[in-house]
Nanobody, 128 residues
């Protein structure tokens, strides 16, 4: 049984940093494209970043480009999302997901509907 698990969410002040971790059991994350998503209260879930299989190219939404960085640690079977210069509007539940099939990232706006393996999410709150 495949299970994805996010961790690393916390309460942080504006301008601060966090690193989220996506770990997996039952699947080798390095073999697939992995996406990061977030959902703020009252809003739809949105794709914010994606990394191709085998540490390939990375992609970011305009909202996080230049502040967030996605990376892999294949030995630990993990994918990370480094978040810097956090803003109050980054407050949301953050998820990692994949379809355990494709190796290339599709359009970030389409991944929410395409991916069917999701973690439980981790809360990020940016507030002073």
């Amino acid at each position: 049984q495949v299970k994805l698990m996010e961790s690393g969410g916390d309460l942080v002040q504006p301008g601060g940093s966090l690193r989220l971790t996506c770990a997996a059991s039952g699947a080798t994350l390095n073999n697939y494209a992995i996406g990061w998503f977030r959902q703020a209260p009252g809003k739809e879930r949105e794709g914010i970043s994606c990394i191709n299989a085998a540490d390939g190219p990375t992609y970011y939404s305009d909202f996080v480009k230049g502040r967030f960085t996605v990376s892999r640690d294949s030995a630990k079977n993990r994918v990370y999302l480094q978040m810097n210069n956090l803003k109050p509007e980054d407050t949301a539940v953050y998820y990692c997901a994949t379809d355990l099939n494709t190796i290339y990232c599709d359009s970030l706006s389409e991944l929410v509907d395409e991916y069917d393996f999701w973690g439980q999410g981790t809360q990020v709150t940016v507030s002073s």
